[in-house]
Every structure is written in structure tokens, then in C-alpha cells.
């Protein structure tokens, strides 16, 4: 009977396209703005490393100024960020199973190809360990190595993308690239590699691109050079060469570590807290001991990468979708009820109550999937108007097929609440009422 | 074919109270093709309804070729108008958006029966209302008359026991009329059970028995003569 119901339901729609446009239209708009919103928090919320995202923390130490938290908020909490030489401390640990310490900037590229112009490329500095850390994938090569990261070997990593620009996407490994005119060695060339949120630095937002290349984290070091990031200073000092910055008490640096098992973690707790009692000893961390260590999802929401405003709009937008249903459910009742005496004639032939609601059921389901789509193009539209509006979002604002089965399946569910009442009512009349009216 | 027993309808809104049937009781025959006549407000239309279970009674036994429906839940009884009872309305109530063929399927289609099986009920129906030619045709690009047969074709196409017919020729003009009403004689001839109500003493004249509904009940006084014996034009009879 599916099959005749559904045609029966199609033959309904036809015959007063306006309201089934209304109705079609209502569920679409209220899709469309939802999942517009849901989309945006989904991606915002995301867990961005699912298989290890508990096991990889970002560091905080409390080097902070005595007489004031860097945060009010969480206990007053440390800053996000370590200054260089506390950095380089926890760099001697061989605790983690991987550890990096890093810092974004950028470089000006070219290669030997007279036929390339040189361009500005985003670059991350860091140690070797961030590519197993993170399960970076390679295309071609390899990580540097730990005596190249300690030596400031002038070796790079690219991104796929700049494989590609600089090398027509060839396998570069062994090639030369210069980087701010000093060549570098290509040493491996990574795949499209894009978490989201970009939870390793959230200096720039939490939802742009991944780095073009990938350099140790000792050569920017070794040639003087700062972050292009966030760098926070709380002690007045007399900052006069490049190793008073290294030596200062300004944090800019990010520190990730990979800790597989909770006597790593442990160890790990206890390693940061004798290091920051040892600091003490000589003057410094005089802030109550508070050093964290934040898995990947526990940071994205210390760091609240999904405000408030965030959650209030996907609130807001659903409390848009009910509106929108509460009118659908006012088309349908109108529109069933406007057919009651064709439902009594069916009643005369034999339908029985449950017939005549699963004939309704049906069609209440076609308008549900109708406005499903009618909601996906509009999401996609809203999502495409979010994306050339607002900086930042270009990676966020998509639609993935998770999304889209939510949107058909939200659309169904919705367009069955709001046939429910009417469905019920049209099938509870009794045919003589109906045929009496025909 | 039908008993009825004291059958009672009460319609209740608010605190008024409407008796459209009181203590009706009729036997219908198998076989039988009996005119329900009276004035408006009779009950005829109410009695119409509950013998063919479109509403419960309010009281009273009503016995259908041999079961009891008075108290039938909705699924049975549902099932039981399906399968024992055809209708036939003044207005011929088929569904505009379906073609004839699609109209007369639409009793064969709650019956669960097989595509091929209900092809073969809708040809032999139409064949009989003589709209074979008609099936792809939609209600609105057929005269009043052969709306009216479509109808009928969908009516008989189940096969059912009892025909009810609601004033069948009422839309019609007289031409018109004596054709469904032959036809309607031709049914009963095979043996379907007819009861028709009417307000056209010479449809109800053409009937085997007259039933005259009066208040609620049904009342002994029969306004309607039986035609001349030997009289067989039904042209004049309609005229």
C-alpha cells in the first residue's frame, strides 16, 4: 500500500501547490536555518583527532604574573601559551611519547624555477615530533630527524598544496626550496591534512588552514626570529637583544605532549610541578603551584572555541524550526481537513481509521523529504553566504554527508510532528460527518 | 440479508438531544430491492448510514448476512463495508483526481487483493456499466449519467451483498435516470441486495418494496401505489 500512498500523496501535493509549497516551504526554512546553525557548531565541536585526542595534551605552566592570574575564570587559570626557555625545559623530559614544542610564522618562498614568483607562505616551526604526535600523513619522505632538530638543519616539510604550487606535485624529496632566500633541503611532502578545529594554535582562530611548510623549530631560533602570533609579557624587563626575549618571562610559544597511559600522565604532572618548584626556588612561578596538562577537546573548550553565542544560536534556531512546524502543522490540519469529504468516500469503501492514517502518515512524509532538501539547498546557501561574509569560516562552513543524512532525517521527524495532530484528526472523524459534507 | 431491531440514534449536542431513529425495526430479504422513501428528516439518511455501518446505533440489534454489527470495533467493521456493502451517493462522490479505472480500485485496494486480480474486478465492472472505453478517462470529462455508472462499477466491483444507494438519480436528468435505474434493476436481478432511498415516487414505485420512514420509525402508511401489472414503459413512468 506504500507504493499507492505514495502516489495518492504526490496527486495530493499536485493538486494545491500553493499549500503544499507553504508547507514544503515552512519545513525548508526552518531546516535550512537550523541546520545552518547545527553545522557551524557541529564542525565547531568536533573532536578534531577522534582516535587520540585523549592521549595528546596541550602544556600549561604558571609563570604568571604573582598578582594576578593570566585567566579570572577556571581557578585562574595559566596562560595558554610558555615562555621559550620553560618551553625548552620540558623539552628535556623523555617522558611523553612525543613532544613539540612550536610556534606559527611565515616565509617567503620560491624555488630554482625562474617561472614561479616568490610567494608568502604560512609556516609552522616546530620539532619532529608534532608529525607522530598528531598523525600527520606523508605523500613522499619523511619527519626530520631529532639531530636535525637540534642542529637547526635547514630541512622542510611541505603541505600537499605547496608540493604541488612548487613542485607540479612530483615527489620534491632531496629538492631545494628557499625559504626567506636560504635554501632548504625537502625532506617529506604531507597529504591534505586539515583538523578542525585547528586545535594546535589558536592564536590565529581555531578554523583556518593548516601551514604550508613545516620547518624545525630550532631554526627560526637560530636566525633571531619571533613568532607571527600572540607573544604576552607580564614583568617589566629590559628586553635588549634577542636572547633577553628567549630568556624573558613573555609566553608565546605552544607546547604539545603525547601521553599514552596515566602513569605517563602522572609522571608527566609530577615532572612539570618539580620543574616549576625548582622555578620557584630561583625566584619565579611565585603563583600558587597550577601547572595542566588539557587533552584536545578539554582545551578547545577552555580555550572556548564554541561560545556561548554559539550554543544561544543553535537554540534560537531550533526554537525558529518549532514556529515553522507550529505553522505547518496549521497548513496541514487546513489542507486535510479541506478533503475530509474525499476521506469520507474512502471510509464508505472500506478504509479503516488506521488506513486513512497511514495514507496521511505518507504524504506527511513526502512533504517531510521535500522539505529536507528544500532545507539542504537552503542550508548549502546559507552556509555558502557564511563562507564569502566572514573571514575564518571558509573551512567551517560546509556541509558533509553526516550533515546532510541529519537534515533529511531531522526534516522526516519534524514533518511527522507536525502531521501528528492532523493526521490523528483527519482520521478520527467518523465517514458520515464526511460524506454529509461532500 | 439485514435485520434490524429496535434500532435507536440519538444525536447529542450539548444538552440537546436529537432522536433521528426510534425503535427501528426492518428485515430486508436477500434479493430484495426495497425503495426507503419518507419526508425530510425522517431518519432515511441515518438509516442509511448505520445499515451501512458509517455510524454505530445508539441502541437496538442490527444482525448483517447473519453477523452482528452493532457493536463491530472500527477495524471490522471497516472490513465488513468493504467486503458486504456497496454505496451509491446522489453525488456521485468519485475522486476527481483519479481516472475511472483508479476510482473503481479504490474499494479493491483495501481488500489487499493482487494487482492482477483487481485489473480483472475493475474490467469486468466497467464492462458491466458499459465504460470500458472510459478507463484513463478522469470524473470531470464524463456526463453526469456515466459518473453515476462509474460509481455503480466501483460499488459492484468488490462484489458485495447489499447495495445502498442514496438518492442515485437525484443529479440526474430523467433519461439519465431510467438508464442507472435499469441498471440498478439488472444488479438486483443477479441477486445483489438493493436499498434505496429516495424521494421519487416513481423510482420507489419501480422498487419490489417500499419502506416509508416517519419520525424515526417506520411508519405503516404507504404512500407509494404499486405500478400497474401489466404496465412496462418505463419512459412514462419517469415522465
Redesign the interface.
Known sequence: ?FS?YAKLAL??L??NPLLSSLMVGAIALGIGVSMTTLTLYYVMSSDPMPLKSDRVFAVQLDSWSPDEPYYERDGGAPPPQLTYRDAMALMGSDIPTHHATMMHRGFAVRTDNKDLRQEYKSGRATYAGFFPMFDVPFIYGAPWTQSQDEAAARVVVLSRATNDKLFGGRDSVGEVAYLDNEPFRVVGVIDTWQPMPLFYDLNNGAFTETEDLFVPFTVPISKEQGAHGSTNCWKPEMIESYQDFLQSECVWVQHWVQLDTAEQRDAYQSFMDGYATEQKALGRFQRPLDNRINDIMSWLEFREVVGDDNRLLVVLAFMFLVICLLNTVGLMLAKFLNRA??IG???????????VAFQHAVEVFLIGVLGGLGGLLLSYLGLLAVRNWYRGYEYLAKLNPEMVLTAIFLAIVAAIIAGLYPTWHISRI???VH??T? | MLSMDSITKVYQAGVIETHALRSLSLEVAAGEFVAVTGPSGSGK?TFL?IA?L??APSGGRYVLDGTDVSTMK??AR??T???KIG?I?Q?F?L?P??NIADNVD??L???GWSGSQRRQKIDEALELVGLSARKQHLPSQLSGGQQQRVAIA?ALA?DPKLLLADEPTGNLDSLMARQVMELLEQINESGTTIIMVTHDPELARRAGRNVHLLDGQVSDFQPIEPPPAESDDHVAIVA
Do not use: C, H, W
Open positions: 500500500m499507492y496527486l495530493s499536485k493538486r469529504p474525499l468516500v474512502r471510509r464508505a469503501l472500506g478504509a479503516s481509521k488506521k488506513d467518523q465517514p458520515a460524506l454529509k461532500q | 439518511t448510514n451501512g458509517l455510524e472500527d477495524k471497516s472490513q463495508r468493504n467486503e454505496f451517493f453525488g462522490n475522486i483526481d483519479l479504490v474499494p485496494r483495501y481488500r466501483r468488490g
